[in-house]
């Protein structure tokens, strides 16, 4: 008798894999501002923090350069959170003014996810304006002209 074998053939990447992968999907086209609140005496800041720290990398802050961040550093036991305030279209859209996380037992990872699920999915979607041609289309969609001469 053999035993099936079951699962991934090889082991995954772990946690610094997985946050790399949520940090990919981050879109933030859909928020105005994020205001992360957290006082920093308190053990369940620690992955607001780091949560605060990813965001502000360039690749994501490119995904909209006019999103502010703003970080609020309390000293009186306020449990961390985040707020996510939309834009007036994805307001108007989703009949929501924030969205807001209460990041107290939550990891970093649980935190991307969360932002993945309910932010990046409320960014609007991008139509595509113009079609990039290569030279061997424009020379078949010509007037049959560009052939030598004799």
Same mark, same amino acid.
């Given at each position: ?8 053939? #090889? #082991? ?8 790399? %992968? ?6 933030? /086209? ?26 502000? =990398?360039? %690749? ?17 036991? #306020? ?15 989703? /009949? ?16 991307? %996810? ?6 990046? =999915? ?20 010509? =007037?049959?002209?560009?052939? %030598? #001469?004799?």
């Amino acid at each position: 008798m053999s035993i099936k074998v079951g699962g991934a053939f #090889r #082991r995954s990447g772990g946690i610094v894999s997985a946050i790399g %992968k949520q940090l990919k999907l981050v879109n933030l /086209k859909g928020v105005q501002r994020i205001t992360a609140t957290f006082d920093p005496f308190d053990e369940s800041a620690v992955p607001t923090r780091e949560f605060v720290h990813h965001l502000s =990398a360039p %690749k994501i802050s490119q995904t909209n350069p006019t999103c502010l961040l703003k970080t609020e550093v309390v000293c009186d036991r #306020r449990t961390p959170s985040i707020v996510f305030q939309l834009i007036p279209s994805v307001q108007a859209e989703a /009949k929501l003014k924030k969205i807001e996380l209460s990041s107290a037992n939550l990891s970093t990872l649980e935190l991307l %996810k969360l932002c993945n699920k309910h932010v990046s =999915a409320l960014a609007p979607k991008e139509i595509a304006t113009s079609v990039v041609k290569t030279k061997s289309e424009k020379k078949a969609g010509g =007037a049959g002209g560009g052939g %030598k #001469r004799r």
